[in-house]
């Protein structure tokens, strides 16, 4: 903070002498400096600290200059006026807390002691105390201890108040004159405290870009201090700049996206009042695409004194993407995945990906249009074509999907509280499992699946507290010999409870049931199955349920159940999660609970950047014949 606090003649304005010692009618410019304490030392002078000259003899070394000694220090006097943010600026800016954990000799210390004298001074006067006194001193170690005591004595004084606010310039405003003078918060009988004075200068400036005024300029505020009457007189000069509304999106590249789409992902339009936090929100809607590198967006004057145009420059990112994985599951098998993206492939937005699959158990090839932000902000267009081979000990099938649906999503950046599907499918299976002997079935299946999900969490990949709560129903036609139908049904919840800074219990429940026709007339893949990293953790993916036939193999069902119980305890960027999961498949529409199968563990997490990473072990307290004795499961995000 720079602040001008000198001796000057005699103010004729005033009639009296200019005082001695800085008791004087002082213009003190407040800027951002201010806030990092960079403000003028005190008149006081310091004296220089010596050492006692009848230290006992066990001290004998302090009696040496020369002598390096570790040291403490300890502030008196400020019990009543220092805060947590005050503590903090001084240990940061302080030179005697910088070397205390190192041995230094008495000229030095003394050196520090009067760098800290000036340091709490310049911290003194921002919180508005002009008049304190500051003594350092430098003893022996007192009893116990090897380290000498460093200690100031502080006597702050009268803290000064303000006997004036002048904010000049907002006639301009017309009407919103009332609500945007209400922003900037200090007023007359407020300490003069530069952090309190300053949050009102920004919160002013805020206030000024959120409600139509996009070129306002507010300068430093300036305070007059009269160390005779210990008060200070505070001036601040707005320059409004005009009151606007949304103009015209102008785009220096349409490469990417035209400025009609981009207007359709803002949340403003044309005539709207300016708001500084619509075109943020707009810049990281932008970045959301992942189609760009860079993106800036200024104001700029329609010219016409009554709009603001935005200027937007954007530099595309690279839009192809290769990528594979290699992978190996117990009860899965091996796995390689490879897919190529081209993300604009059909502007704007509309991306491509081609994705092919070979694994023991699943070969898969599949070609998926994706279109973001369709028509609307957050609104997904999805296509899928695809063509798999999947054999798994609950059923072998070999299908071609063709599905479309239109989705409104939540990310990482903008989560939803509200996430609605709606969704069309043609499927056609050929089919085999325990049911059918072997034997091979032909399924053509028509869906129409709906899912509504409200999250009030507080985050997508780690949440701590809040809950969620989602269903979805898919009416579906089949026709295997004869045409029949049947409703699959599902409803998921799950709730999470901070019980301490380090501690969140998370549960979940999900049921489901499928209404009409039996399971042995439903394709195999139509059908609930359970257990996995995702369902009952500690038994093999869809191993949990009935089962029939002579290699016992798992059958599916027309009605689920599944609880899971987590402790999830944080400490710094690592985690332990003990949980216990239960969950069971049963043939009737209702699930039976009596049948549960039960799985506990320990998980790991790392708290990286882009959220936790997920380690689980599990094993089955009650299994069926087959159950592993432990599973592993790894994946990125909570396990719900």
């Not at 070999?398 to 479309?404: H, P, V």
């Not at 990310?411 to 002997?437: C, H, M, P, T, Y």
């Not at 119980?565 to 699930?591: H, K, M, Q, Y």
Request: hydrophobic residues 40%; without cysteine; charged residues 25%.
């Amino acid at each position: 903070m720079a602040e001008i606090d000198t001796q000057l003649d005699a103010m004729p304005d005033i009639g009296l002498d200019w005082p001695d010692l800085g008791q004087a009618d002082t213009v003190v410019p407040l800027t951002d400096d201010d806030a990092d304490v960079e403000t003028a030392t005190s008149d006081m002078p310091m004296p220089v600290v010596t050492p006692d000259s009848e230290a006992d003899e066990g001290v004998a070394t302090f009696a040496d200059i020369g002598a390096e000694r570790r040291y403490t220090v300890a502030l008196n006097g400020l019990d009543t006026i220092a805060d947590a943010q005050f503590k903090l600026r001084f240990d940061e800016l302080s030179a005697l807390r910088q070397g205390e954990n190192k041995a230094a000799n008495l000229a030095q210390i003394n050196r520090r002691i009067k760098e800290d004298s000036d340091l709490l001074d310049r911290l003194l006067r921002a919180k508005g105390y002009y008049a304190a006194r500051i003594r350092g001193a430098v003893s022996a170690p007192p009893a116990g201890s090897d380290r000498l005591a460093v200690r100031f004595t502080i006597i702050p004084g009268t803290q000064y108040l303000l006997a004036s606010v002048d904010v000049a310039g907002m006639a301009e405003t017309g009407s919103r004159e009332p609500a945007l003078r209400a922003a900037f918060s200090p007023k007359v009988g407020d300490p003069v405290d530069a952090d309190q004075i300053l949050e009102g200068r920004d919160a002013l400036a805020t206030a000024l870009l959120e409600s139509g005024y996009p070129f306002a300029k507010v300068d430093e505020p300036e305070v007059r201090i009269d160390h005779e009457e210990r008060q200070g007189d505070l001036d601040l000069i707005v320059t409004p700049g005009g009151y606007r509304t949304f103009g015209a999106i102008r785009l220096s590249n349409a490469e990417l996206f035209s400025a009609r789409h981009v207007q359709n992902i803002a949340r403003f339009d044309p005539g709207d009042p300016y708001m500084a936090s619509d075109v943020e929100d707009l810049r990281r809607a932008i970045v959301a695409t992942g189609l760009v590198s860079s993106v800036t967006l200024k104001p700029t004057d329609a010219g016409d004194g009554e709009h603001v145009d935005l200027a937007i420059d954007v530099r595309p990112a690279p839009l192809r993407t290769i990528a594979g994985e290699l992978g190996y599951g117990t009860g899965e098998g091996y796995r390689a995945e490879v897919s190529w993206q081209h993300r604009n492939f059909f502007p704007p937005e509309g991306a491509v990906t081609v994705r092919g699959v070979v694994g023991t158990q699943e070969q898969t090839a599949s070609f998926t249009y994706r279109r973001n932000n369709f028509r609307r902000r957050d609104n997904v267009l999805t296509g899928l074509l695809s063509v798999s081979n999947i054999r798994r000990e609950a059923f072998d099938a070999r299908t071609i999907t063709l599905s479309g649906a239109l989705e409104r999503t939540t990310n990482i950046l903008f989560q939803k509280d509200w996430v609605w599907r709606v969704g069309a499918e043609l499927i056609a299976s050929d089919e085999a499992d325990a049911f059918s002997g072997g034997s091979r079935r032909t399924f053509l299946i028509g869906a129409v699946p709906l899912s509504l999900t409200y999250d009030g969490s507080d985050d997508l990949l780690n949440p701590t507290k809040g809950f969620r709560l989602g269903g979805r129903i898919s009416p579906e036609l089949s026709f295997q010999n004869e045409t029949f139908g049947y409703a699959k049904v599902q409803l998921d919840g799950s709730l999470y409870q901070p019980m301490g800074e380090k501690l969140v219990v998370a549960a979940r429940a999900r049921f489901g049931s499928i209404l009409g026709s039996t399971v042995e007339q439903i394709a195999p893949s139509r059908r609930f199955y359970a257990g996995g990293g995702a369902s009952v953790r500690g038994y093999g993916y869809q191993a949990i349920g009935p089962r029939f036939g002579e290699d016992d193999n798992p059958v599916g069902g027309k009605s689920l159940a599944e609880f899971s119980l987590e402790a999830r305890v944080r400490f710094g960027n690592f985690g332990v999660v003990p949980f216990i999961d239960a969950g069971n498949i049963s043939t009737s529409f209702l699930p039976r609970f009596r049948d549960l199968r039960i799985g506990t563990g320990l998980g790991l997490r790392y708290y990286s950047n882009f959220g936790p990473i997920r380690v689980d072990v599990g094993t089955p307290i009650n299994p069926q014949s087959g159950d592993p004795k432990i599973a592993v499961y790894v994946s990125l995000g909570q396990a719900f």
